[in-house]
């Protein structure tokens, strides 16, 4: 019986090193290591940012995504110019899409302020699960993301979101028939200036 307490008493200072969404104040980030993508989220003014570099067929990328929500961005800024999402609904119900199950709501995307197409975006709570990120492991509400936009293909993303973190931790694309087209997942987290 004495040895739980010791166990738990000798694991608590690695399991604090795990960054959290009180971190994002400072900065955390998620990085894979091969091929390279790493990606800075950051809370400035009460808006969540992403600063991502990424290596692509040895083409360094780079890419500045703000969120109206960890779960919807707001505009994404990189070479080929800039992307701006307009969301016809309030997206505070994506705060608790584990209680709704579903959010659905009427978009529209412009490139370079001219309007490129609209449709729908949804969101669907799929269950829990946990995910794991270097020496972090993360409770995570599993989600898919369907964007339809008129006159394209839609893109339907598989999302493992850590509430306790406030971030999307892992990411597959898949098609209408759930057969994976790529995958995003993480070496490492941390946070900034824990290094």
Excluded at 78 to 101: K, M, N, Q
Excluded at 155 to 172: F, K, M, Q
Aim: aromatic share 10%.
């Amino acid at each position: 019986m004495r040895l739980l307490p010791l166990f738990l008493i000798l694991a608590a200072p690695a399991l604090a090193e795990c960054p959290t969404k009180a971190d994002l104040a400072q900065g955390v980030t998620l990085l894979r290591e091969n091929p390279y993508f790493g990606s800075t989220y950051r809370v400035e003014d009460d808006v969540l940012n992403e600063y991502r570099i990424m290596l692509r067929d040895g083409d360094e990328q780079r890419r500045t995504t703000t969120y109206y929500h960890p779960l919807a961005v707001d505009t994404q800024d990189s070479r080929s110019g800039t992307v701006d999402y307009d969301y016809h609904a309030d997206l505070e119900p994506l705060t608790r899409i584990d209680e709704a199950e579903e959010f659905a709501a009427q978009v529209t995307l412009s490139v370079d302020d001219e309007r490129l197409a609209a449709g729908s975006y949804r969101v669907f709570y799929e269950g829990e699960s946990e995910v794991t990120v270097g020496d972090c492991t993360y409770d995570s509400w599993l989600l898919s993301n369907e964007v339809r936009l008129d006159g394209y293909e839609p893109i339907i993303l598989l999302w493992d979101y850590a509430p306790d973190l406030g971030l999307i931790v892992r990411t597959e694309q898949v098609d209408a028939l759930r057969n994976t087209l790529s995958v995003v997942e993480y070496d490492r987290v941390v946070a900034e200036g824990a290094e």
